[in-house]
């Protein structure tokens, strides 16, 4: 890991830890200008990157690109990416059964995005559409990863699954709908393995983390500190 993003990473940490009852971790969005107490990962997909422009981002190859791009040429848009940048993960990057691209594509890319992070000690945020069993074969296939999976919304079976895989579950607007799953899932996740999120939905995360308090039952505070401790464990970069 570059020394510089090692510095920058333990300084704002040290500072942050002071007032970390205040602080948000909003794990992944599409967003920038999220407040002074929130600390987003802004997701970047491979070949938009121009400069640095965030302290926090995650950098990936979404199946979606491969609908329209070469597997081949994104992963060179990638490669040149990371000469611009140091992102604190590989991702959002996975399956989705739900588009025309075949599933060998997909993994072929999946798979160098996961080795890429293993050789930069990086973890990994998912996306998966009705591809969880994918996902469980790749954490077989490939242990050692830190594995995050975003925008969970599945059924409590589906994310105990996860967990027991080792994933972290990132949960986000789905909190809100009554018709989802996602809420009786937030209640048996782990907190040591929990995230929160808005995506690239027109919320704030302050409201994910009031509705997420309540489903659970504890308070807004518990929850900022329990996720600020978690970003600073997986994400801290590797000397």
Not at 26 to 51: D, F, K, P
Not at 97 to 108: H, N
Not at 132 to 155: C, E, S, T, V, Y
Request: proline share 5%; glycine share 6%; with cysteine.
């Amino acid at each position: 890991m570059r020394l510089p993003l090692l510095l920058d990473f333990c300084l704002i940490c040290a500072f942050v830890m002071m007032i970390s009852e205040d602080l948000y971790v909003n794990l992944h969005t599409h967003q920038t200008g999220q407040g002074e107490n929130v600390i987003s990962v802004l997701n970047r997909m491979a070949g938009s990157v121009i400069h640095n422009e965030s302290s926090f981002y995650s950098l990936g190859i979404h199946p979606w690109q491969l609908q329209s791009v070469d597997p081949d040429k994104i992963i060179d848009a990638m490669h040149s990416d990371l000469k611009k940048c140091n992102p604190i993960a590989i991702g959002e990057a996975g399956f989705d059964r739900a588009i025309d691209v075949p599933l060998y594509k997909q993994q072929k890319v999946l798979v160098w995005q996961e080795e890429l992070a293993l050789s930069m000690n990086l973890p990994m945020i998912y996306h998966a559409v009705k591809a969880n069993d994918l996902l469980l074969a790749r954490a077989k296939a490939l242990p050692g990863l830190i594995r995050i999976f975003h925008g969970f919304a599945g059924r409590p079976t589906a994310a105990q699954q996860l967990l027991d895989a080792g994933f972290c579950l990132s949960y986000g607007h789905a909190l809100f709908d009554k018709r989802s799953q996602a809420a009786k899932s937030l209640i048996i996740t782990p907190v040591n393995q929990l995230f929160l999120e808005t995506d690239d939905r027109p919320i704030s995360i302050e409201e994910v983390y009031e509705q997420a308090a309540l489903l659970r039952g504890e308070t807004v505070v518990r929850l900022r500190n329990a996720i600020f401790a978690n970003f600073v464990r997986i994400f801290k970069p590797k000397e």
